[in-house]
């Protein structure tokens, strides 16, 4: 079985990119264990389909998982307050 990658959006890049520099080695960390399947706290976004969310202290991170490609796609990091507005 392939491994899994991790894929971001244009709006997700260009918030990972505006973070301080401890939150992306965070992030960095988890997505890493993320496509290594290892455990780590993820859970569903209540009322949506196929969505999910890291939580990094203050941040959240959230992505849907695509099983056909083996991908995690990255739409939205953000603080707990602005990451689950449509």
Sequence with gaps: MAGWRI??????HKQYQKLPIG???NIDIILKKLTKRELID???VKGEKNVYRIRLGKYRVLFTAITEDNTYFIFRISTRGGAYKK
Aim: aromatic share 16%; glycine share 0%.
């Design 7 to 12: 894929v971001f959006s244009d709006e997700a």
């Design 23 to 25: 939150y992306r080695r």
């Design 42 to 44: 993820i859970k569903p």
